[in-house]
C-alpha cells in the first residue's frame, strides 16, 4: 500500500474574508499598554462649536449672529460647517442667554431646540457684573422717574392746562431715560467661541 505524505508547511496564508470579519470583530488587545495604563473610552461629543459673527452690541432682547465652526447633525441633514444662525438674546441671572429655535439651509427652514454654552460650561454668556455701575444705574432710573412728579399750584385754568402739559412732557422724557437707562446692554466680540448643546 502506498503511503500518504502530510504536507505541513510554515507559509502564511490568508484568511477567507468571512474569517478576517469574525476574528477582527472579537475584542482584542490590538494596542500597546504599559503597566497601569487604561483604555481610554472615546465618548460622542454632545456639543458644537461655534463663534460670534461679528463684532455686535446685545441690547434687551435682541438677536445674535453666530458661525457654526463646524458641521452640525439634525435628524434630516447636516448644516455645514461656516453656516451663520441667529440665536434670541435674553439678559436673566447675570448671564445672556442665547437660544436658537430655527435654522434656514438651502430655503428650508429647520426647527431645532439649540442652547448656547459658554466656554466655562455654563449656560449663557458670562456678563461681567459691576455693582457700582448696577447701582449708578438704579440711581439715575430712579432721578428720572420722581422728575416731573410735583403738583403745580396756578391761579387759573390757561396756566394749569399749560403746567399739566409741560409735566406730561417730562414725565414721557424721564420714563423713556428711565427704560434706557435700565436696559442691559453689552458687546460681544467677533469670534468669541461658544458651545451649542441641542436638547434633542
Sequence with gaps: TPTR????????????????????????NRGFYTAGSTEEVVQPKNSIKACVHEAQTVVGETGVRLRLLEPAKTPQRTIPKGTIITANAKFQNGRLQLKVTSVELEGNIIPVDITIYDLDGQQGLYVPYSPEMNALTEMAGNMSQTGGTSVMLTQNAGQ???????????????????KKVRTPKVTLKAGYQVFLVSKK
Excluded: M
Aim: glycine content about 6%; cysteine-free.
Design 160 to 178: 394749569q392746562v399749560a403746567a399739566d402739559l409741560s409735566r406730561g412732557v417730562v414725565q414721557g422724557i424721564s420714563g423713556y431715560f428711565a
Design 5 to 28: 505524505k502530510n504536507i505541513v508547511s510554515a507559509l502564511y496564508r490568508e484568511p477567507s474574508d468571512s474569517a478576517f470579519a469574525a476574528d477582527w470583530s472579537q475584542t482584542k
